[in-house]
């Protein structure tokens, strides 16, 4: 099956925990985003990755990290210095060239914070 | 003020009728629409793209597009009580990443 994976469904953070969400592709796409949507509000752009061992910032990247090492893995670091990072997390990829500009996106991951 | 607007909802439509939700932009630029469907607790999955101004129709779905007075609108026919979802409005900004800003999303209840 093709398609985009993250893991864990759901993830619980204690205070001064950094965590890592995965998300994994088999698409072949080129580009990865990571996103995150708090309760009755749209989607936020976190970072995102055009190819492998390049990305950028998006609109509200203080206290992640990420790593682009593999086209298909785009993991995201929540660092303790995320004071608020109570959200549900999406994943997301694009195919990549002229005309392919739909984003796909994998099933999500909800942080909790203990 | 916000990038892509939509309003909240809840839009409450009986079975059969037709939902008509709407979406406005501030970036003259902007060339690339979409509209997503979220479940409650699932994730965003595309419904339709628009590029170009007019009307685009996938069957019960219909996107219109007016660059000249930035909205982008989704109709959707026949309203059934599995369309209940929250409809999120994309706009791709900025020449370089394909990056979307999304809207807050519209609520659509559709009554039996």
């Known amino acids: 099956d093709g398609g985009i994976t993250q893991s864990p469904k759901y993830l619980f953070r204690k205070e001064g925990q950094n965590v890592t969400l995965s998300c994994e592709q088999n698409l072949n796409h080129d580009a990865m985003y990571w996103y995150r949507q708090d309760p009755g509000q749209g989607l936020r752009l976190i970072y995102y990755s055009q190819i492998v061992n390049d990305f950028q910032k998006g609109d509200i990247a203080e206290g992640y990290s990420v790593s682009r090492e593999k086209k298909e893995s785009f993991p995201l670091t929540v660092t303790s210095a995320q004071k608020n990072p109570t959200a549900f997390y999406l994943c997301a990829s694009r195919r990549g060239g002229q005309g392919s500009e739909t984003q796909y996106f994998g099933p999500g991951t909800r942080l909790l914070v203990l | 003020q916000k990038e892509v607007e939509q309003n909240s909802g809840p839009l409450s439509v009986p079975e059969g009728a037709i939902a008509s939700l709407n979406c406005t932009y501030s970036d003259r630029v902007s060339q690339s629409f979409f509209w997503y469907r979220q479940y409650s607790g699932k994730s965003p999955e595309l419904i339709m793209s628009?590029?170009?101004?007019g009307d685009k129709e996938d069957g019960r779905f219909t996107a219109q597009l007016n660059k000249a007075s930035q909205y982008v609108s989704l109709l959707i026919r026949d309203s059934q009580p599995s369309d209940s979802a929250t409809y999120l409005c994309a706009v791709k900004t900025g020449a370089a990443g394909n990056k979307l800003t999304f809207g807050g999303g519209t609520r659509v209840l559709v009554k039996p």
């Open positions: 628009i590029y170009s101004n």
